[in-house]
């Protein structure tokens, strides 16, 4: 029986659990895919006080940090979340294994939209990225292709202009759907970036590394593309599925709506990280912990006031 469970073993989760810990109560963090994004993010320049600091590293002493405080973890996938009729939450692993808490903290954060072609999966991370602000840095000098067509990519391809000496950018419609600023400063990098208007990848192709993509139409007589890096910027879905279970109110694109303190519209259960509806389309390591704590700090005094809610549970958090 715990005082709180969280689901997500990200940045969200880990900070959220060393808060927790630290507030001295009985926590379990439950993850299928350790650090989340963070773990296969390489370098990460951007996170104060530890610059360029590998991502999975950087999980790691989050972990080692929570694990001090006392806090427990487990591998698993949470498929189904439920509040008992004696107020307590009930989670259940993939496995069939279940836990008891009196609070929940969700924090599985969001998937990234693949576009859903035969190599795709095989050649990620291997010249097909999801992710400019993490791999970007890792095309110096080289030629890369962006699919997208929305804020994120034209974000994405600004930074990726520091370094790529061609940037293709694939987008499906016959417009760019991107912030006027944003657009303006794609623009000063000139002619390294090419527009490609109402084309689609359709095939990528390579057998250990990305070798070149197929497009929906010829571009200087030819519908292959040879490029070095394909970066996939087609959005993202969060995984929201334990808050649909759990009642939790969602905003129109699926996000989890949250109070001040990320309190979700079911008492008791919190969200944190890049699946609540928190900072827009800023989704950086830095908010999902910052978002992590005040969580944490959120479900530790509502555990205060309402402890004895849950009949199974003693309803005390030590001194």
Known sequence: MYDLIIVGNGAAGLAGALYAGRYRMKVLVIGAEFGGYNSIAGIIENYPGAPEIDGFDLMMQMKGQAA?????FKDGSVVSAKKLEDGCFE??????DTFTGHTLLLGQGTKRRKLGLPNEDNLSQKGVHYCITCDGPLYKDKVIAVAGGGDASVKGINLAGQYASKIYFIIRGD??????INQDQMKKLGDKVEVLFGTNVTEIIGDKSLEKIKLSKPINGSDELVVDGLFIEVGADPNNSLAKQLGCGLNAHGYITVG???ETTTPGVYAAGDIADMFGHFKQSITAAATGSVAATGAYEYFKLTGDACTRHPGKIAS
């Open 175 to 180: 417009r760019i759907k991107a912030e006027p």
């Open 68 to 72: 001090k405080v006392g806090v427990e």
């Open 91 to 96: 989670v259940t692993l993939e496995k069939g």
């Open 260 to 262: 001040e303190m990320m």
